[in-house]
């Protein structure tokens, strides 16, 4: 297993290594919050070089704190050359060897990380920091059985080691049982409240939500710009998750007048497996003056394998008038390095009016979100076509022939573990065939209550 001996080796490279399973994708429109994703190893492909890097420390403990700096800076050639300069004196130094090994997970080096940490393992089976570091190289590698065989082993020795608590908390989450995730998160602050990464996700877990929103489109002035108000309340019982709103829609201008609409929407989200969701919505709209009378969802979320997701879903819209719409959107996902993820997805419509004539339209888009923050989490889309909603619908079925670019970006911003606010910015430029052009602009604002 060792590298070298008698002094830091010459650069060194090692093949690249399988990457893991993530769980979450990006469906717009769905009324969903995500799960917290596995988290991913920060290098986007394997890097296991050793540098010539020479230590200043004479002693072995000096050696261990340079070398724990040199790691958490990302300097991960140097950290190795350090850590093997220990090793090469005492070549089963447990503490050397635990940092070897994660800084050897950290750069996607699983095959050698691997076996040093079983090395530690051997010898220090009670130690919950070694454990919890093999059970993210198991989870970030896709062995996630393993990786909740091992996490298991180390509870049954110390159930209260709050580094094993965070990673089972993960996993249940995973599952999707978020009180059982919210209980062991807490559990393991309490154990360690000063540790910044248990802060942080026991910041992000929750088992409800309320959410008011407020929201204005601003059409050109030939089209009403639409103004709406919603609630909406989210709770999550075991593996479901159960939603329901409320939303006034008025439009102003344009020459029609006011115009008001109400719409309801009750939801429910099941999470079969690890990685897996399925569910569906069912709106009522009353009164039903320009959006659909009943709108109905279904949708679903499958791990590829990899840090890749999928998602699909499909919507169908039924009018008063006689109109009625159907709406498939798939999409796939990619966790990358860096808390960043990227999400493509395509959007088509089929519309049937009540003559008859049947109209198909589409839009392809990107997103890319950022966690850029503990409690900061920032995204930003990039659309070319034309979309439809269910509060926008009026107006939006008038314009079917006009087509163009869109773009958005939302911050979402957790004031404290129970209170947050998300403001989103939104911009369109459609043209017709006959090249007309409108500009439309919206601004979404919320605030949200969590449990």
């Not at 190289?137 to 159930?159: C, F, N």
Request: glycine share 12%; with cysteine; aromatic share 8%.
């Amino acid at each position: 297993m060792m590298r070298g001996a008698g002094g830091p080796p010459g650069p060194q490279s090692r093949g690249a290594i399988p990457r893991r399973q993530s769980t979450r994708a990006w469906i717009a429109g769905i009324s969903v919050t995500p799960l917290l994703t596995i988290p991913y190893a920060p290098a986007s492909a394997a890097d296991c070089t050793v540098s010539d890097y020479r230590t200043q420390a004479h002693t072995r403990e000096a050696a261990l704190v340079e070398a724990g700096g040199l790691a958490a800076s990302g300097q991960h050639a140097d950290a190795r050359a350090v850590y093997l300069w220990v090793l090469a004196r005492a070549k089963d130094d447990p503490e050397a060897l635990f940092g070897l090994a994660r800084v050897d997970s950290w750069g996607g080096c699983w095959k050698f990380s691997q076996e040093e940490y079983l090395q530690v393992l051997a010898a220090h089976p009670e130690d919950a920091d070694v454990r919890a570091g093999f059970v993210d190289l198991l989870t970030w590698s896709g062995r996630l059985e393993e990786a909740q065989q091992v996490l298991g082993a180390g509870l049954a020795i110390d159930p209260k080691a709050p580094s094993l608590l965070a990673r089972a908390a993960r996993f249940a989450l995973w599952k999707g049982d978020a009180q059982r995730a919210e209980d062991l998160a807490t559990a393991a602050e309490r154990a360690d409240p000063a540790d910044p990464e248990l802060r942080e996700l026991r910041d992000r877990l929750f088992v409800g939500e309320s959410r008011l929103t407020a929201r204005v489109d601003v059409y050109p002035s030939a089209y009403p710009s639409i103004y709406s108000l919603g609630a909406q309340g989210l709770q999550r019982v075991g593996r479901f998750e159960l939603t329901a709103g409320a939303q006034v829609v008025d439009r102003i201008g344009g020459g029609y007048g006011p115009i008001v609409d109400g719409r309801y929407p009750l939801g429910v989200v099941y999470h079969p497996a690890l990685g897996w969701t399925v569910g569906g919505e069912l709106a009522f709209g009353a009164p039903a003056n320009a959006i659909p009378r009943w709108t109905i969802r279904e949708f679903v979320v499958a791990p590829l394998g990899g840090r890749f997701d999928t998602s699909m879903s499909y919507d169908l819209w039924l009018f008063d008038s006689g109109e009625h719409v159907h709406l498939f959107d798939p999409g796939i996902g990619v966790e990358l390095p860096k808390e960043i993820r990227l999400d493509l997805r395509a959007w088509i419509a089929a519309v049937t009016i009540p003559s008859g004539t049947r109209q198909v339209v589409g839009a392809g888009g990107i997103q890319v979100g950022w966690a850029v923050a503990p409690r900061v989490d920032l995204s930003a889309t990039a659309t070319y076509g034309v979309e439809i909603e269910p509060t926008g619908a009026l107006t939006q079925l008038q314009l079917l022939d006009y087509a163009g670019p869109a773009g958005g970006v939302s911050a979402d911003w957790r004031i404290s573990r129970h209170v947050g606010l998300k403001l989103s910015v939104g911009y369109q430029h459609l043209r017709d065939d006959a090249g007309q052009t409108l500009s439309i602009e919206s601004v979404e604002l919320g605030v949200y209550d969590r449990w």
